[in-house]
């Protein structure tokens, strides 16, 4: 049986997650209401616009619902403002993430569009070398609680990839590459399967 792996598709670029998933053999749902998280492995929140995202979510109830399916033991993914939506606070005033996390993020942490980059970082659990991050205006996390582990970190510290039992969040965009071990790492941690060392 494909595991059944849904993707928020509210705004941002869900379509190139679910191509991603689909050549990997899962199961994928667009998700634009709360009901259909129902019988989900797991679910990715992608790269897009954070504060639209959050607005939207809010609007349509997925905040307790959200809570609800971790709860119950699915797999949540955050990818770039994936990764704002999930945080349990932000260093800027808005949007209000949902709390999915225990992370303190800082939006745009790299600064805008134009300050974009692209660089190989080993990630824990991913066999195979670094990875190819490419960064977007993208966040990082500035605080993390404790059983909140720092799985990809840049040169200078900062980290950008984190894990919490059955949920992730990168600052980067895997979707956005032909690698497809992130994916695939999440993959294990929605059928929970442990990641190798």
């Known amino acids: 049986m494909p595991l059944n792996i849904g993707v928020l598709a509210l705004q941002g670029d869900f379509q190139e ?8 053999g899962a ?16 679910l990715v929140i992608p790269g897009g616009e954070s504060t639209t995202i959050v607005k939207l979510a809010h609007r349509w109830g997925f905040p307790d619902a959200l809570r609800h399916f971790i ?10 403002a994936g990764m704002i939506v999930m945080a349990s606070a932000l260093l800027e005033p808005e949007p209000e993430p949902l ?7 800082s939006r745009n942490s ?3 569009q134009v300050d974009s980059f692209e660089t ?30 720092c799985i ?10 984190v894990r919490s039992g059955k949920l992730m ?18 993959l294990r941690l929605s059928a929970g399967e442990p990641s190798p060392v």
């Open 71 to 80: 709860d119950e033991g699915g797999a949540v993914w955050g990818t770039c």
């Open 110 to 112: 790299f600064g805008r």
């Open 17 to 24: 997650h679910r191509a991603v998933l689909e050549s990997l």
């Open 152 to 161: 990809a970190q840049l040169e200078d510290g900062t980290p950008v990839a």
């Open 99 to 105: 709390s999915l996390m225990d992370i303190t993020v």
């Open 120 to 149: 190989d970082i080993p990630v824990k659990g991913v066999p195979g070398g670094p990875v190819h991050a490419v960064f977007i205006r993208a966040p990082s996390v500035q605080d993390q609680g404790e059983g909140v582990e």
């Open 169 to 186: 969040a990168t600052a980067f965009h895997p979707e956005l590459t032909p690698d497809t071990r992130i994916h695939e790492m999440f």
């Open 27 to 42: 199961a994928v749902t667009e998700v634009r209401l709360p009901h259909q998280l129902e019988g989900l492995d797991g």
